[in-house]
């Protein structure tokens, strides 16, 4: 069983930055790919970013490409999500999740954290 617990959300103004964190326990993350979603209200469940267990391969979501950037550090059991740029359209619950094995975009995630709600102001 993985346990993660998101932090670092807030309300920020648009063009400044946050950073996500996905602290797990449980188990190694390292045996496990990360992956960002969101959820804006009144809209479905979006993927964000995801990351390999190695760190060695990462992907973005279009919508942040060239914003966001998803890292790790296994060492501290912990995935990061660093959103620069903000928009209002970035307002959403962000959730972690967790997998064994390859990451995807898909919401086949076997473990999800309970979100932490960014607002971003115009």
């Known amino acids: 069983q993985v346990h993660l617990v998101e932090s670092g959300g807030g309300l920020v103004q648009a063009g400044d930055s946050l950073r996500l964190s996905c602290a797990a326990s449980?188990?190694?993350?390292?045996?496990?790919?990360v992956a960002w979603f969101r959820q804006a209200p009144g809209k479905e469940r979006e993927f964000v970013a995801y990351i390999s267990g190695s760190g060695g391969i990462t992907y973005l979501g279009n919508s942040v490409k060239g914003r966001f950037t998803i890292s790790r550090d296994n060492a501290k059991n912990t995935a990061y999500l660093q959103m620069n740029s903000l928009k209002p359209t970035d307002t959403a619950v962000y959730y972690c999740a967790a997998r064994p094995g390859g990451p995807t975009t898909t919401e086949s995630y076997n473990y999800w954290g309970q979100g932490t709600q960014v607002t971003v102001s115009s």
């Open positions: 449980g188990r190694t993350l390292s045996n496990y790919a």
